[in-house]
């Protein structure tokens, strides 16, 4: 006997997978939604806080903004905590690239990362993306998982914050 899947909630169930299981279901959803997360991830940040003992990390942007239409057009968001800055998103529209506006970025999320007692800073980019741009920044390469995607490959790299 295989899966059977809910018609009304893209939810598969397979029988085999659940046998001996009272209460629980195991459900394999194909088109998860955001309730789905976050039924995942607040008890995962709950026990994770708890047992670190420490705050969650918090949000920082540091934004692009255009001067005639008063718009934002790009910028870099991150996350400062437990020591560290994680950058999760960096963008430079076309038009601002090799104008120095990645490196301003970034130099005004590290103090931001040092006002906030972070260490270091943290990225992972694409091998199409920026990894010599981040290099260039004295980032440097700490990991790297090949062929992500098909022939390329995710890329970590850190900076430490703390001047000699």
């Known amino acids: 006997m295989g899966a059977v899947l809910s018609e ?55 934004l692009i903004r255009d001067r005639e239409q008063k718009r934002k057009v790009g910028g870099l968001w991150g996350l400062a905590g437990w020591g560290w800055f994680q ?30 007692d972070c260490h270091s800073m943290w990225v992972e980019t694409f091998s199409f993306q920026a990894v010599d741009f981040y290099k260039k920044m004295g980032f440097e390469m700490f990991g790297e998982l090949d062929n992500y995607p098909n022939g390329n490959s995710r890329v970590f790299l850190k900076k430490s914050l703390i001047e000699i």
């Open 8 to 62: 009304l909630t893209g939810e598969e169930f397979d029988p085999e997978v659940n046998q001996g299981l009272m209460n629980e279901k195991i459900l394999l959803s194909k088109n998860p939604g955001v309730a789905d997360r976050l039924a995942i991830l607040r008890p995962l940040k709950a026990f994770n806080e708890a047992a670190l003992d420490l705050p969650p990390p918090e949000a920082v942007a540091v």
């Open 87 to 116: 950058i999760e998103l960096l963008f430079v529209p076309e038009n601002l690239r090799s104008q120095g506006w990645g490196r301003r970025l970034i130099e005004r999320a590290a103090c931001e990362a040092r006002e906030r």
